[in-house]
């Protein structure tokens, strides 16, 4: 089910949305049928694709929505690495298979689990697979070395979930102006993280990304409920 979607230009993902159709474990949300059935609606309302997680939901979503864009991840926990957003190649190779047309990885700086080394997974995922790749960084360093070894769109996905980030709050509102200026000319900026309301999403564009990526605020509804509830409380 290996996708055959050209990636879509920069130009074409100027100002448009992307939404992250994604569950807990433990969430009844989390059945594929129900994935691909939220990635549709998102879908039939204007979003220009879909973030999934894991194959299993890549696949069902693919197969229910054969058009879609697609970017694909897949979280795994390593003891020995924090890195979890598709570590290495099995989880590189299963995502692509799967029919993700983008291929989203953990690119900072950290530790990968059995030493695979970020530099070598881009190389073999453009080489052996001619995978198209989203960086998610947290700094604007690592988005820079992420688009030199050849990452087609940059996202700040991991801005606040790091330990060299654990004191920032996102959005990521001062990495997007440095990244845009300094990115080829080619290279996507994505924000992703921390976007909850529409006038944010505008303000992201407005920093110099090309795409924003909302996920909670839309689909999340576990964390959604689980927040007003305690509001409610007290």
């Not at 059945?31 to 998102?42: G, L, T, Y």
């Not at 980030?165 to 990521?172: K, N, R, Y």
């Amino acid at each position: 089910m290996v996708s055959s979607r050209p990636l879509p230009e920069r130009a074409e993902l100027n100002g448009r949305l992307i939404v992250s159709v994604q569950a807990p474990e433990g969430s009844p949300l989390r059945d594929p049928a129900v994935i691909a059935a939220m990635a549709e609606a998102s879908l039939r309302q204007g979003a220009a694709g879909v973030r999934l997680e894991s194959p299993e939901h890549i696949g069902a979503v693919r197969r229910r929505c054969p058009g879609a864009l697609i970017v694909g991840l897949w979280k795994r926990n390593f003891p020995e690495s924090d890195v979890y957003i598709t570590p290495g190649w099995e989880e590189i190779r299963a995502v692509w298979a799967a029919g993700a047309d983008v291929v989203a990885i953990d690119a900072t700086d950290r530790p990968r689990p059995d030493g695979q080394e970020l530099e070598a997974l881009i190389s073999r995922a453009r080489q052996d697979l001619g995978a198209p790749l989203m960086a998610d960084v947290d700094s604007v360093a690592n988005g820079l070395r992420a688009a030199a070894l050849g990452c087609q769109w940059v996202g700040t996905t991991l801005f606040g979930y790091t330990a060299a980030s654990a004191t920032l709050v996102p959005p990521a509102w001062d990495l997007l102006g440095p990244l845009r200026r300094e990115l080829p000319e080619t290279v996507a900026l994505i924000c992703e993280g921390g976007i909850a309301r529409k006038e944010e999403a505008c303000r992201a564009l407005d920093g110099g990304a090309d795409a924003v990526v909302v996920g909670t605020a839309i689909t999340g509804v576990d964390l959604q409920v689980a927040a007003y509830v305690r509001a409610l409380a007290g």
